[in-house]
């Protein structure tokens, strides 16, 4: 069995046409055929949306979470709704058609299609999951980038899409170039105005004592499924959560600080600009057998 799979929607949406009138909601296909357009406003504009979704021992991890988070995005960008039956059944089709491994993920992608079109191009994209197990254990090192928008863009400025997870992950990427330059793994996000943010791909945790805090989420960030669940799994541990507006020094002043996400999961933070901070190494591999070990 393989280590990728695909399948192709042929209906992501039940607002908009079928590609194909009376095909299968989607079809397992070849990966390294091609399959998108190159006119797919997807390709030529970054116009759609998309999610990871972490796998373990073959069931996908936070699933109604994200699929949510999926509707929410599509909704920002003014696209159909995503159908969540179809969707699901895509992800847990393409998941069961690799090869088992402890660690894999499905990413759904929906672009707006072709320009003027008005059908949506979808499709679940499987992988075997890479090995995250050193910065899981050892540690990242990250460095804080001002984003540029103050803490309030999301109110006073929805057309940036501040808090949606777009195909526009330009910036995403560049900014671990930026990170690299600066012998670092990673970023931390902070608004113009001094507030702490999330990271490059994943939501920022803080501990105080035992005081979990993660950045409020009016602030533009995006709401992570990742904290979601360990926020729960925390109050399990007899720890108290909270989102609260952190100044970006807050940082150096915690006790433990985590970025979480799906796939990588918590990654500890072991430096910040250059300085050395202290990793709770008990409470990452605690936090990391439950993340991984979610059976939805
Ligand atoms: N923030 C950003 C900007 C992200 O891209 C991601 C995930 O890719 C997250 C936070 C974490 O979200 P999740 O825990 O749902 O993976």
Not at 29 to 48: E, K, N, S
Not at 58 to 80: E, N, T, V, Y
């Amino acid at each position: 069995m393989p280590t990728t799979a695909l399948a192709i929607l042929n209906r992501p949406s039940l607002a908009a046409p079928a590609h194909r009138e009376g095909a299968p909601d989607f079809e397992l296909v070849d990966v390294d055929a091609p399959q998108v357009r190159v006119l797919d406003l997807g390709v030529t504009r970054g116009d759609g949306v998309f999610e990871t979704i972490s796998v373990g021992d073959g069931h996908p991890q936070a699933l109604a979470a994200h699929i949510r988070r999926f509707a929410k995005s599509a909704a920002a960008l003014d696209m159909p709704e995503p159908d969540p039956v179809v969707w699901e059944a895509a992800v847990r089709a393409a998941a069961d058609a690799l090869d088992p491994a402890h660690e894999t993920y499905v990413k759904t992608v929906m672009t707006r299609g072709l320009e003027g079109d008005g059908r949506p191009t979808g499709w679940a994209y499987a992988s075997h999951a890479p090995d995250h197990m050193r910065a899981r254990t050892e540690g990242i090192r990250v460095v804080r980038l001002d984003r540029g928008y103050r803490h309030d863009v999301a109110q006073t400025s929805p057309w940036l899409l501040a808090g949606s997870k777009t195909l526009s992950y330009a910036v995403n990427r560049a900014v671990l170039r930026e990170a690299a330059r600066r012998d670092a793994d990673d970023v931390v996000f902070v608004s113009s105005d001094g507030y702490l943010l999330e990271g490059s791909t994943s939501s920022l945790l803080l501990r105080f004592g035992d005081r979990l805090v993660t950045p409020g989420l009016d602030l533009g960030i995006l709401p992570g499924t990742t904290q979601g669940d360990l926020f729960a799994f925390a109050e399990t541990q007899g720890l108290s959560t909270e989102y609260a507006l952190l100044g970006a020094d807050e940082l150096l002043e915690a006790d433990a600080a985590w970025l979480v996400s799906s796939v990588r999961h918590a990654a500890p933070i072991r430096s910040v600009d250059g300085i050395a901070r202290p990793v709770d190494s008990d409470f990452s591999a605690a936090v990391n057998s439950y993340l991984i070990s979610r059976t939805e």
